[in-house]
């Protein structure tokens, strides 16, 4: 079992910034790798970012070189910074751990990106 809780959303205007947490307790050793996923209004859930135990990171296209999605295992958290908002990057933000074939989630996070 893995528990999971995003931090960190709000409201912010078009070219701001955010940073979102995720604090992870549990069975952490079992974690494959940590993710974040959004959710707009109407859509499916999307990958947005995603670290493994190593380090080695992963995004969309969407997001390449305005997010950056990082891990402290000392403290159990990881954290997706988003910078250059977009209206289009609007919705919950859910983070994601993969355990052997599982996925557990968490309550998720609003994010609001006036233009």
């Known amino acids: 079992q893995v528990q999971l809780v995003e931090s960190g959303g709000g409201l912010v205007q078009a070219g701001g910034s955010l940073r979102l947490s995720c604090a992870y307790s549990?069975?952490?050793?079992?974690?494959?790798?940590i993710s974040w996923y959004r959710q707009a209004p109407g859509n499916k859930r999307e990958l947005v970012a995603k670290?493994?135990?190593?380090?080695?990171?992963a995004y969309a296209d969407s997001v390449k070189g305005r997010f950056t999605i990082s891990r402290d295992n000392a403290k159990n958290t990881v954290t997706l910074q988003m910078n250059s908002l977009k209206p289009g990057d609007t919705g919950v933000y859910y983070c994601?751990?993969?355990?052997?074939?599982?996925?557990?989630w968490g309550p998720g996070t609003q994010v609001t990106v006036s233009s």
């Open positions: 994601n751990a993969l355990v052997r074939s599982t996925d557990y």
């Open positions: 549990g069975s952490i050793f079992s974690i494959i790798f």
């Open positions: 670290i493994t135990n190593g380090g080695t990171t």
